[in-house]
């Protein structure tokens, strides 16, 4: 399939591209800047440059495609307005497509909210971050849109590759000998490895039944607490330093998205495993996390 990947560069979407290249398919990849344009060339993608905010200014040059993937975010408080100008833009040139395209909307775990003891399932009601919020609308339009074939992707917390907060508890015991955790040890979260999704995306691109909804969880909930200890073991700190900021602090320094830490959450990831045969491999968290800082 020749796919429009969207987010080429992220933590996920490095993953995506290389999965989907490996199984053959022709991945166009947005850039938005001349870094990024250069890192899609090297994993083997064809580049399109634009930004997801102004679709009118790439999409004429883009070719016809069978897939889009979008994972393109930007974290800051303008994100589900530049995402409404992506789908605003893209989606009537698809429903006009010869061809009628699937299309892989990214959610997330957040988007559930804080489960507690409870394992949310693709069928449990939506309790957003207000900060992601708009994802529900979004996710919904391209679930019901009749002229794509809509899936969305809720992936769990990501590790491996840059490993983005994964990375930083490692930043955080190499510079200080103390890791900064927000709202608490033992605020769980559900976890995959970014190359068992990138599985789980190619997999639904070329199978999952229209309308259909995955969690992308390999493991269900991991207190933070054990994380960041094993993280501190790898580097020789038996007994780190913990050093917990408040849900507020953390959102007043980063931005409400980063409440989303606080989330103690419990995922399953078995209707992806049952429905689709996914399989992913990275089943010890906290032994994978300990990998990442070697
Ligand atoms: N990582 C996780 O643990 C996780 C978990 C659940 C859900 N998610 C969701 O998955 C999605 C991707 O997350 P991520 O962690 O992979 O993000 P990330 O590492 O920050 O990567 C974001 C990607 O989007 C691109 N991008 C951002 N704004 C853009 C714009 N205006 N135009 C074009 N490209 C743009 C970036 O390109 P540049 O190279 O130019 O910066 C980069 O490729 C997000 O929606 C996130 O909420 C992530």
Sequence with gaps: MRVLLLGATGTIGRAVLHALIARGHEVVALARSE???????RLGGAVVRGDIGAPGQWLPGLPTVDGVIQMACDFDSAMGETEQRLLDGLLPPLAASSRKA???????????????????TEDSALSPLPAFAW????????????????IVIHPAMVHGGDGGVFRRFEQDIRERRSIRII???AVRWPLVHCDD??????????????????????AEGVPVGDIVRAVARRLG??????????EDAAAQELGEWARGYACDQRLSGAKARKELGWAPMHLDPTRDVMELCA
Aim: proline share 5%; with cysteine.
């Design 197 to 218: 999704l990138a599985e789980l995306y190619a997999i639904a691109l070329e199978r999952a039944p229209p309308g259909a909804t995955y969690l992308g969880v390999a």
């Design 183 to 185: 709202g608490g040890e």
């Design 237 to 246: 700190v038996a007994t780190p330093v913990l050093d917990i900021m408040s």
């Design 135 to 150: 994802m529900v609308p979004h996710l919904q339009h391209v679930l019901e849109s009749t002229s794509i074939d809509g």
């Design 35 to 41: 870094a990024s344009a250069e890192k899609i060339a």
């Design 102 to 120: 699937r299309f892989i909307y990214t959610g997330g775990c957040w988007l559930f909210g804080s489960t507690g003891d409870n394992v949310a």
